[in-house]
């Protein structure tokens, strides 16, 4: 399976953009990418997916590079609500059932 | 909209014992999966049901079982649960296996084994 690569923290101040890298070199043609953030004592909430084009949506932007080996999740104005652990994942055509959580990034929001 | 649902909530077990982890969905979605999280770690998938009628193992099955009771409902069991199953569970739901799909997941059972 495809693995990522994330930080393993960031930190940002309050209602400032925030840019979570995700390296993925071993991608292949098929795999979406997959953003999920986890809040403290809670389930994965789903973020944004993409496959080649930047994605947009009213919690975020994925920004996915050409040649699709790396991706950019961006938080246009972080709040205190967005700290949380961030995952960027890879899944193939039939394959989310094996969606592969890593460690993710924990974004710090500070005041 | 409940979405995931799953219980019990909190857990503690003696060694040795056994119990199932109700989950249920009303989001009409096909497939269903269950994860553990240990503390600091990512998700890691137990088993899943890509249809109803249809279980297959995920990363980590040894020491579990599921049974996929209907459409809505799939249930975890320990037939007898260890210290390493100390975990926080998750039950997950999506409309289907394809990749595009967006899982929603549950809000966790915190399971001790003691």
């Known amino acids: 399976d495809a693995k990522t690569t994330q930080p393993n923290s960031m930190e940002s101040n309050e209602e400032e953009p925030v840019h979570l890298p995700c390296n993925h070199s071993t991608i292949s043609g098929t795999d979406y990418i997959h953003w999920y953030r986890q809040l403290p004592s809670q389930g994965p909430e789903y973020v944004i997916h993409?496959?080649?084009s930047n994605v947009n949506n009213r919690m975020a932007s994925l920004a996915i590079a050409e040649d699709r080996k790396s991706s950019t999740l961006i938080l246009h104005r972080a709040t205190l609500r967005d700290a949380a652990v961030y995952y960027c994942i890879l899944g193939g055509t039939g394959t989310a059932s094996k969606l592969t959580f890593g460690t993710g990034t924990r974004l710090q929001v500070t005041l | 909209n409940a979405g995931v649902t799953q219980t019990p909530k909190f857990q503690v077990l003696k060694t040795g014992q056994s119990m199932t982890l109700q989950c249920a969905q009303d989001?009409?979605?096909?497939?269903m999966y269950w994860y553990r999280q240990d503390p600091g770690m990512g998700l890691r998938l137990i088993y899943y049901?890509?249809?109803?009628?249809?279980?297959d193992k995920g990363e980590v099955p040894n020491g579990y079982n599921v049974s996929r009771l209907n459409k809505r409902e799939f249930s975890l069991r320990l037939e007898s649960a260890a210290p390493s199953q100390t975990s926080v569970y998750f039950c997950?739901?999506?409309?289907?296996?394809?990749?595009?799909?967006?899982?929603?997941f549950g809000e966790g059972s915190w399971l001790t084994v003691v």
């Open positions: 989001m009409n979605h096909n497939s």
């Open positions: 049901s890509a249809s109803e009628g249809t279980t």
């Open positions: 993409g496959l080649t």
């Open positions: 997950a739901s999506s409309k289907n296996r394809i990749s595009g799909n967006t899982i929603y």
